[in-house]
């Protein structure tokens, strides 16, 4: 059986916390059991995503509509933001993302299983985290100077 990595990596208070390398379920099931925040790293390693890119999507998926979420900032600071949402063909959304729109908004409102349910083929999650918390996972692409081009987000079950 492989051994984990370990390494250590400094967060802003003075312990640091514990970087674990991904290898596999019972090692990961080791790690949580010792009710110790850690850093999981690598899991995304073992997906087949390497073909998501925008000439796959456009080829593949590029008449798909999807919703685009975007927030229009006020010049006030007092007044609340205000979101709107669009509806494009994917095409042209990740043309707009070629060219660097900044503004264009993400798809928070198209999850990826929207776009194609194939594309929930291409990465997995180990059992490990199949709780009912994780039981909706969200995924979506958004433009440079997101926090990330793909968030996750869980939505809690009542």
Known sequence: MPKMLHSKIQSRSPQSVKEVRWTNVEDLKREIQQNVPFILKGLVETWNTGHWCFDHFEQHYGNVVVNIQTKEELT????????????????????????????????????????????????????????????????????KGTKSKVDIASTPVP
Request: aromatic share 14%; no cysteine; charged share 25%.
């Open 76 to 143: 006030l600071k007092d007044e609340p933001v205000k979101d709107e949402k669009k509806t494009y063909v994917f095409r042209n959304y990740l043309k707009a993302l070629k060219e660097n729109q900044h503004n264009l908004g993400y798809l928070s409102q198209t999850q990826v299983q929207d776009i194609h349910l194939d594309l929930l083929n291409d990465f997995k999650f180990p059992k490990v985290f199949h709780h009912p918390y994780l039981s909706v996972i969200n995924l979506w692409i958004g433009p």
